[in-house]
């Protein structure tokens, strides 16, 4: 019994020792044939056996054990080409990219999908595309870099918001932004600040911290978020932590700014010149003063000062600007392994605007966790926090910010013979406010997440996230005693915004593959609830300038509370199903209820239905090397906005105290049938890539309708109401949009090229025969069968050569001065676009790259307001323009500027004269950078390490007269777009930058 226990159990020893002799330990590590850098997560198995493999580990190294009968090692990574190689005791493998890989993944609502799966319109950035670049919010990050995205920066003033457009204009009334949706959670993305212009909510969000930014377009893509999504949607990803080694990533720049264009106006002797000629030529001449005596009119008329005959030549463009400056610290943390990934950040942000008096700073902290609690089970969180500090420009409102300044006539000093700031200038001296008075607004935000995601199985799981975004906004005004508003004794004003946000997302995810079958199903519930609180006081009567807060005044004068909210209640699906790995057709769906609306139409039902065909996957393409992908796809379907205010279908009343008894007066006729704007999208589109995907890009063409437009009804006065909103409109918009992408030179030089365009063309179907305008001195007109907001009346027609009158159009085509004008208005002008997009390069060799992006606009008319002031011949004492002195003289007949005539108009009104070309090519930036040896770097334990120089719209090329082109309706009319009144140019930074990693 012995002898044969002994025999088993040597027998066993003999079998284990040969199966361990058959098997043989295979090192290596693996790294990116483009930089060199290590590659974690490379998947290395045996070729023909998956069961036998592993994974590199955060340096790229790998240890397999494989049999003895093992030939081949396949390596695989997504974004690069797979590789096989025979097995050997060490193997090290350099991994290219596949650029022919078009499985690109792209955030889409509640999930993701492979980019050659998409049957909708998505525009994507990523962060590698700004990384390097010294920007200080996310959308200037897209600018020029999305097609049918229209961004305008709008305001040199530091903090402001800025225009966001997809695909142009889908409302009147309700909202004209998109939503914006962060990490799965859409935020409150409008302005909350008091100031007549917006400040931007969305500058507590570090560009630093954004891995992604995809922009839904069309129905198929941004439908299901339904209710919200006709002004597209706009999905913002945050970084997440990776497994892997620890990494530390510092990033700094510091940098300089000053204005891209400061104005060109008279000097003093230019001035005398100008008006001594517009008095002799008034009517008023040897009338209101004595004749031709300039002097004189000047005390009459004037600022009632002696300067005219003074030698004072005071430059005020110089004066309402200052140099600019910005520096901005980043610090980040990332790594993690298979159980648990993190990624922490934290920066500052520190600017100096180039207008006086304006200064903006942030503070930011994120910390992204995710944890496998389990194979099946993960949980996370994703937990931001900033705050803001902007120094807004005193009176921050369309006639006192500090452009204003440049009304004031050259011969007039800025400061009195005692050193204090002058208070007898013609205009009010804005310098006062810069040193009597302050108007800072302070923000702390939040936005933050938790989520949890079950496996059931591998083709289905449920995700359930919690999110928040609250929003504390503090301003504190106070205008000194010296002051144009705060005269005689100071006028201090408080104002708190408690904004908060709570929205839930639960929803069930099935993708399941089987033969030539792939399905993609996700449903699911959401529900969203918003509240704001605001609450302000006003006083006066202060000690003095150092007491600014309420409660040193002598006097609580005013105060106001309001508190409003609104809620969502939504359920939605989506579904993908692709045949053969060539046919695909989508759906989806959202269904939406809103407290906003009235109780008869309280939800809606937002559908589409998508299809794509990879055509490059049939036999006849195939065949064909030189097309790497082709894909033809379409769409339609309904979105809506429900941007028209919380509580437009309900009767309001308000409070209306009298002689110290409290009262209530109707304010609001309800509206029990108001229902959503909905649009109608389609979307026909063609994806391709050539030569290997060198060449790749897009073409999509797109019509949107959007109806039940909400337009406001006068109302007899007899019903105790002054309005109705009814839903009767109806607008068109239609496009074609172009992008491409291509990689020139891929050898040591590398260069590539990025270039989009977008056109389209809207026009207002119907308003129910109601005209909008814009007001008194605007010309902006929203009227059936124009585009919206066309410029709407007198056309100038240039000034007679026979005596420097003034000229305009009789309907009859004929031409007359202002006497004999007919008063006939027509169409003069259109601030829509007929296109616009952006150009980039990228050079890079050895160490250096090169990056040029530029953003243009084509087509555009812009009314120059400011003009009506500030180049109008003289007609009264403003400064004016140098062009102003190209005015008509008996010597001098040919020209566009009329004779000047002080205070007798000759033209001064609102007319065509100040349209303008809008037109414009801007460098936006350039970025100059340098990667430092690793041979270098290895000696002081660095991973990585960069330096750079860039600069921040370089170029400007228009025609257009005024600051910039770039600018918005300084006035909050919708109507009035593209009007432009003292609007603060764009700075021109150049900036010195590193980035370190560890």
């Known amino acids: 019994m012995k002898k044969l226990l002994l025999s088993y159990f040597l027998m066993c020893f003999l079998m284990v020792t040969v199966l361990y002799a058959q098997n043989k330990t295979i090192t290596g590590k693996v790294t990116s044939a483009t930089d060199g850098a290590p590659l974690p997560g490379v998947s290395v198995s045996v070729k023909g056996n998956t069961s036998i493999g592993s994974q590199t580990d955060a340096s790229g190294n790998f240890k397999l054990s494989v049999p003895s009968t093992a030939k081949t090692l396949v390596f695989r990574y997504i974004g690069f080409k797979e590789i096989e190689l025979p097995v050997s005791t060490t193997v090290n493998v350099k991994l290219a990219e596949d650029l022919k890989a078009l499985s690109e993944v792209v955030v889409v609502g509640y999930g993701t999908q492979n980019k050659q799966d998409l049957t909708g319109s998505v525009s994507r950035v990523t962060s590698k595309e700004f990384a390097d670049q010294p920007i200080s919010t996310f959308e200037t990050a897209l600018q020029g870099r999305a097609a049918g995205v229209f961004i305008n920066s709008g305001s040199g003033k530091l903090g402001q918001g800025l225009t966001i457009r997809v695909r142009g ?63 597209g949607v706009v999905l913002v990803t945050t970084k997440s932590g990776k497994a892997g080694k620890t990494k530390v990533n510092f990033t700094y720049f510091t940098g300089i700014s000053n204005p891209t264009y400061r104005g060109d106006f008279l000097n003093s002797a230019e001035y005398r010149q100008l008006f001594t000629e517009a008095i002799k030529n008034s009517s008023l001449n040897g009338v209101g003063w004595n004749t031709d005596d300039a002097e004189d009119a000047w005390l009459q008329y004037g600022a009632g000062t002696d300067d005219w005959s003074k030698d004072y030549d005071t430059k005020w463009t110089d004066l309402s600007f200052q140099d600019g400056g910005i520096s901005q610290y980043n610090i980040s943390v990332n790594g993690g392994d298979a159980k648990t990934r993190f990624f922490i950040s934290g920066g500052y942000n520190d600017q100096t605007g180039i207008l006086i008096g304006n200064s903006f700073n942030r503070s930011n902290g994120r910390l992204n966790v995710d944890h496998s609690v389990s194979n099946k089970f993960k949980i996370g969180t994703n937990i931001s926090i900033a705050k803001t500090k902007n120094n807004r420009v005193s009176s921050d409102n369309a006639f006192t910010n500090p452009l204003q300044l440049n009304a004031i006539p050259p011969i007039q000093r800025a400061r009195l013979d005692d050193g204090e700031l002058s208070d007898e200038t013609l205009y009010y001296n804005n310098l006062i406010d810069l040193e009597k008075a302050t108007a800072i607004s302070s923000q702390l935000r939040s936005i933050s997440n938790f989520n949890a995601k079950y496996n059931f199985s591998s083709d289905l799981s449920i995700t359930g996230d919690l999110g928040f975004d609250i929003t504390q906004l503090d301003e504190e005004n106070y205008n000194g005693k010296e002051t144009l508003d705060g005269a005689p004794t100071g006028l201090g004003f408080t104002r708190q915004v408690n904004s908060s946000s709570y929205n ?6 099935y993708l399941k593959s089987f033969g030539k079958h792939n399905i993609d199903l996700v449903g699911g519930n959401s529900f969203q609830t918003t509240t704001l609180k605001t609450g302000s006081s006003t006083g006066i009567g202060f000690p003095n300038d150092k007491f600014t807060k309420i409660a040193s005044a002598a006097i609580v004068s005013g105060g106001s509370s309001t508190e409003t909210g609104y809620s969502f209640l939504s359920y939605f ?23 906003r609306f009235g109780k008869n139409n309280r ?8 299809a794509g065909w990879i055509i490059s996957e049939e036999n006849f393409i195939k065949s064909i090397s030189k097309i790497s992908f082709l894909k033809l796809r379409a769409s339609y379907g309904l979105t809506g906005n429900s941007e028209i205010g919380n509580f437009p279908s309900l009767t309001l009343y308000s409070a209306l105290p009298y002689a110290d008894k409290a009262g209530i007066v109707p304010s609001q006729i309800g509206v029990d049938d108001l229902k959503w704007e909905k649009s109608k999208k389609l979307d026909f589109g063609l994806d391709f890539g050539f030569f290997n995907n060198r060449i790749s890009g897009e073409f999509d063409y797109f019509n949107n309708q959007t109806e039940d437009l909400l337009l406001s009804f006068p109302l007899p006065a007899i019903n105790g109401f002054t309005s109705i909103v009814r839903n009767v409109g109806k607008l068109e918009n239609k496009g074609l949009e172009f992008t491409l992408t291509t990689n020139n030179l891929v050898g040591k030089f590398k260069w590539s090229t990025s270039f989009n365009i977008s056109t389209y063309k809207n026009k207002i179907l119907a308003t129910d025969g109601s005209i909008i305008n814009g ?22 027609a240039g000034v007679d050569p026979a005596n420097g009158d003034a000229l305009f159009f009789n309907e009859d085509g004929t031409t007359a001065n202002d ?28 160490g250096f790259d090169l990056n040029i992006q530029s953003q243009f606009v084509y087509g555009n008319d812009l009314y120059n307001i400011a003009g009506f002031f500030q180049s109008v011949n003289g007609d009264y004492y403003d400064n004016q323009t140098r062009d102003q002195l190209n005015y008509w003289t008996p010597t001098n007949t040919i020209t ?5 005539r002080f205070l007798d108009g000759n033209g001064a009104f609102k007319s065509s004269r100040w349209v303008q070309d809008g037109s414009y090519f801007r460098v936006k930036s350039v970025v100059l950078g340098y990667k430092i040896p690793s041979n270098i770097l290895s000696k002081l334990k660095v991973d990585n390490a960069r330096v750079y120089i860039s600069g921040q719209n370089l170029l400007t090329f228009t025609n257009y007269k005024g600051y910039d082109p770039e600018v918005n309706a300084t006035y909050t009319g919708r109507v009035n777009l593209g009007h432009d009144f003292y609007t603060p140019p764009q700075a021109r930074t150049i900036t010195f930058g590193v980035n370190f990693g560890f």
């Open 819 to 846: 006497s004999d004008w007919d008063g006939y208005e027509q169409e003069v002008g259109d601030p829509n676009p007929e296109f616009y997009g952006g150009f980039g390069n990228t050079f890079s060799y050895k």
């Open 603 to 610: 939800y809606g039902f937002f559908p589409s239905v998508s």
């Open 896 to 900: 566009n500027i009329p004779q000047p």
């Open 169 to 231: 204009i889908s409302s009147i009334s309700a909202g004209q932004d998109p939503l914006y949706v962060i990490d799965g959670q859409p935020v409150v993305s409008q302005a909350l600040g008091s100031a007549t212009e917006p400040d931007n909510p969305l500058a507590s969000i570090a560009p630093e911290d954004i891995e992604s930014i995809e922009i839904l377009k069309d129905a198929a893509a941004a439908s299901i978020y339904g209710a919200r999504a006709s002004n």
């Open 573 to 595: 699906a989506r579904g993908n199903y692709k045949f053969n790995n060539k046919y695909i057709v989508g759906a989806s769906g959202r269904i939406d209820g809103s407290s």
């Open 504 to 509: 839930t997302n639960i929803y069930l995810s």
């Open 775 to 796: 007001g008194s001195r605007q010309l902006g007109r929203i009227a059936e069968g124009n585009a919206y907001g066309y410029f709407y009346g007198p056309k100038y």
